[in-house]
């Protein structure tokens, strides 16, 4: 495995790509505790609007995440003493395992549900209806129903103003054979990279990789999702809802060029940005903070997501008086580029 | 007395944190007035140095106040980030002590329209505890770490004077203890803190809560306590046999509710000293006082801890926690805390050896219920 170091950060990792695809990452770490992640190059962003001839239902990225860390996984991975936890976004999907025990045969375990395709019609059938109030507030629900809102105004065409959580109408449309097919195409090596963490040597985890049986690269024929996005404006500058609600919601979503474009203009340190983007100009920004609290408004949340081509920040924030925190929005936004201190950047 | 011990020498959390308690007796301040006066420091702390906390390896003070041992205790927590490579010129744990140690020295920096909105924030932090029925029946019987119930016209009537009285107090406590959890160094991470004369040992060893039921209005779910006297904690081992213990008869309780009622439970465990442990069951809803009769009869009729597989979920259950705890830093000044309060070693802390099966069913054997109290919902008003 090749070592890599970040800089002066004493954390060095090692990687390593298998001539079946498969990146294989390894931290070495000092401690009892052992962890293992699969991550998919593939979110809940729909880059398909069909694979090998079946149309892929909305929301279908989420549904198969759930499929493969089913309750029936984490149980079995339970009884190894291992915890099994998922997340999915909009770009990738992963799959994680802590345990004081084998993390080997805990990831073995899970590329097994995938290999196998370990889920049937049944299975999506039970979690739609285990998890049917969770979906129903994805149309129900006021908060996200202006988050939902304030992307619609960001975005004309993209498929990234409608998040990929799916309503209770649009889990219906989802079935185990299009998700198959999506496995199909990316829970493949090629598209998977397994990390490692804990007390052993680059030579151990290599040999224990290389071991395991890993899902291959099947051929797929698929129809691309295509769009088009003027990224120089945005569709609506504001929307009022008048929505059931204990106080008043003011979201501010910012809509970034396209990713190619910022890429050929700043290079890919522009996206290393985005990790203090955030930070730096708002949740620890006390300026920002101070100026929201001494109208009496409050932060709820910020966002940053990234799918395809489309980056978005999005600004939650409550307050009773829509006016003035749309002043005080207008007035620290108009200046962005003086409202980054250096030290805060170091910070 | 036992020995107590301040120090976790770890580096898998690659946190360095450290934790002040100051004991107060009930009768020398109001506690209005602490748990207004954590909030002011955590909101606006007074330390001397220009630069900010978090520019010592981002570090961050909190405060809070809570019932300890039939009196009060104000813990400050420093934490910062562990990794000596990330610093090259200064020495930002020393730096973080001293304004740790300023914090507690100088309190907080506010204007009038800072300290009423410091109120506001801890009223409206307290009226979520206010409705939740399991940590309001916990304040009631003043169970170690639990807020007690606030009188709200005292509370909006504390003073700017009020706070700077009971910072003094504070100082002046001669009761205090410290936990350092973080990476051994050549130098005592604690050597630069006040020295108190009394640690925490003598406090919690005869304490035992009490309270009556109750019902309120503000309630959306109901809650069940038990207080049960157990079998004596020796060892750091016999508190993990307990949570196992505690979490098969939930369980057992949580099936009977399920069965009988259709509704959902939740729960958590205290140890409330050496001998005596409460277990808190939250239920879903009105029906816990709908059938209240049947509780109170029925319930313990229907309880079965013997149940192979409830033993062998919970004991999977405590397998994750362990690896929980190897995990969160939170979970794990948790642990050392109540070990602290027991006044147990931290020899077997992350290697504690596995609880068996018969260890547990020998644990449950002894458990005697000493008392029952609910919270559940009061129809039609309020009667707090």
Known sequence: MIKNDLGHLNCPFYEQKLENGLNVIFVPRKSELKSGVIYIAQGGYPHDEEINSSKIPFGSAYFLEKMIMSYKTKNELKAMKTNGTSHIDFSYTCFNVDTLGDVFSAIQLVLNKICTLDFNEDDVEKFKQDNASFFQKQSDDPLIQTKKACLNNLYFNSPIRNGFLPTKEQSVFIHASSLKKLLTKYYASNNMTIMISGDFTPGEVIAKIKEMKVPGKTTTYSKAVSYQEDYSKVNHYNKTLHLPYNYNVMNLGFKFPERKKLYDDYGIMMFESYEIISKVLFTENLNFLKGLHDIKCDLLGVSLSQGGEDTYLLLTMKSDDKNTLGNYLTDYCSRLDKRLRMPTIKE | ?384
């Open chain 2, 1 to 384: 007395m036992s020995q107590i011990e301040n120090y976790l020498y770890t580096s898998d959390y690659g946190q360095r944190i450290i934790v002040r308690r100051v004991f107060l007796k009930s009768s020398d301040v109001v506690f209005e007035n602490l748990y207004l006066l954590a909030e002011l420091l955590n909101m606006a702390p007074c330390y001397t140095d220009k630069k900010l906390l978090s520019e010592y390896a981002d570090g961050k003070a909190t405060f809070k106040a809570y019932c300890y041992g039939g009196g009060y205790v104000f813990e400050g927590r420093l934490c910062q980030t562990q990794n000596k490579n990330l610093f090259f010129f200064n020495n930002p744990y020393k730096k973080g002590i001293s304004i740790f140690n300023d914090i507690f020295e100088l309190g907080f920096k506010t204007d009038e329209k800072g300290f009423l909105a410091a109120k506001e924030r801890a009223l409206a932090n307290y009226l979520l505890v206010k409705k939740d029925p399991s940590k309001n029946l916990e304040g009631r019987m003043e169970i170690n770490y639990a807020i007690p119930n606030i009188d709200e016209k005292l509370f909006n009537e504390v003073t700017y004077d009020d706070e700077k009285l009971l910072l003094k107090a504070i100082k002046s406590s001669t009761v205090g203890e410290y936990l350092f959890l973080g990476e051994k160094s050549k130098k005592d991470p604690l050597a630069l803190l006040p020295k108190y004369q009394d640690d925490f040992s003598s406090l919690t060893s005869s304490y035992l809560p009490s309270s009556k039921s109750f019902s309120s209005a503000d309630f959306s779910s109901e809650a069940l306590t038990y207080l049960f006297k157990i079998k004596e904690i020796k060892t750091s081992h016999d508190i993990e046999v307990l949570k196992v213990s505690s979490d098969i008869l939930f369980k057992a309780i949580s099936l009977s509710f399920m069965k009988s009622l259709s509704t959902k439970t939740s729960y958590s465990m205290h140890v409330v000293n050496k001998e005596t442990m409460a277990l808190e069951i939250v239920a879903e809803g009105s029906r816990l006082s709908e059938n209240q009769s049947y509780f109170l009869n029925d319930l313990e009729k229907t309880i079965n801890t013997n149940n192979a597989d409830l033993i062998s979920s919970s004991l999977n259950d405590y397998a994750l926690s362990q690896v929980e705890l190897t995990i969160h830093s939170s979970k794990a000044i948790e642990k050392a805390l109540l070990l602290q309060d027991l006044g147990i070693s931290f020899e077997s802390f992350f290697k504690e050896p596995d609880v068996k099966a018969e260890e547990v069913k020998e644990s449950l054997a002894g458990f005697k219920e000493i008392n029952k109290l609910t919270a559940t919902i009061l129809r039609g008003k309020t009667n707090d």
